[in-house]
């Protein structure tokens, strides 16, 4: 159902049954899929291509223009993923040639006020919590967790299963299934109450933390406790994910903990 006070270009491409609601406005070059709801205000500009059962709540905008000094009016994309919810007054610019396009995956929630920039991927079953401001090129892994007004630098990576408290400042990369607090950004543990909500069972935790322990623990360097991790302890998916995501960072990982030990 289209309000008719909404506008629509008669170039979108709009699935039967998608509810628009008025006063929001829908360019030309979008694509909305089945079942999604586009509130008051709402602002989809070109390139937006919209999953199905997606909630923009009124003032989002996506697909904006990148705030990118050297973009060029070159063609680029914004997708969002299947029941995705974007919050009111959330930000999503569309890519730049350097990637060609902004990705948020299916099932996330971007809450309000928050801000994804050109180029970001973010994966599935994320939560950007509200005033979260994250630049370009930002990396985020399945199932983590931003929490409220943190800031990401540019071309950072977050893991996979992460959780980054509220108020961070993120400028190293976050590897997968760990908790970050405090300033300068830290390891506080791994994120065990997220893997058990996700069904991973207390061997599966217990081995990723045994993991963390070589890096963050033994005062070893990043190539030392890469190197003895792949000799001392048994291959798993989350051990290879792990020393896969630190052997890859160019930015450098966060620091370790600066005291009490590890926390859980």
């Known amino acids: 159902m289209i309000q ?3 506008y629509i270009h008669p170039e979108a491409k709009i699935a039967q049954n998608v509810v628009i609601e008025p006063f929001a406005i829908i360019h030309k070059d979008v694509e909305i899929a089945e079942g999604s709801w586009i ?6 500009n070109e390139g937006a291509r919209i999953g199905r059962n997606c909630k923009i709540y009124p003032g989002a905008v996506i697909s904006s223009t990148p705030q990118d000094l050297k973009f060029n009016n070159e063609y680029t994309r914004t997708y969002i993923g299947d029941n995705t919810t974007i919050r009111e007054y959330a930000t999503i610019s569309r890519g730049t040639e350097e990637h060609w396009k902004t990705e948020i995956g299916s099932n996330c929630l971007i809450m309000a006020y928050a801000h ?13 919590t509200n005033n979260v401001q994250m630049a370009g090129h930002v990396h985020m892994g399945n199932w983590a967790i931003i929490g409220g007004s943190s800031s990401v630098l540019q071309f950072t990576r977050i893991g996979a299963h992460v959780m980054i ?3 961070s400042l993120v400028r190293k990369d976050v590897p997968p ?3 970050a607090a405090r300033e300068p950004l830290s ?4 994120n065990s109450i997220g893997l ?6 207390n061997d599966k935790i217990n081995q990723i933390q045994e993991i963390y322990r070589y890096i963050y623990m033994r005062g070893l360097n990043n190539a030392d406790a890469l190197t003895q991790i792949e000799l001392e302890l048994p291959p798993s998916d989350e051990r290879d ?3 896969n995501f630190i052997r890859s960072s160019e930015r450098g990982i966060m620091k370790g903990p600066t005291s009490h030990g590890e926390r859980e």
């Open 241 to 243: 994910e792990i020393v």
């Open 4 to 6: 008719p006070l909404a």
């Open 165 to 167: 408290s509220g108020g």
């Open 196 to 201: 058990r909500r996700r069904g991973y069972e």
């Open 177 to 179: 299934f760990t908790k």
């Open 187 to 190: 390891y506080t543990g791994i």
């Open 39 to 44: 509130g008051s205000h709402a602002v989809i």
């Open 116 to 128: 994804v920039a050109h180029d970001c991927r973010i994966g599935n079953h994320c939560i950007i």
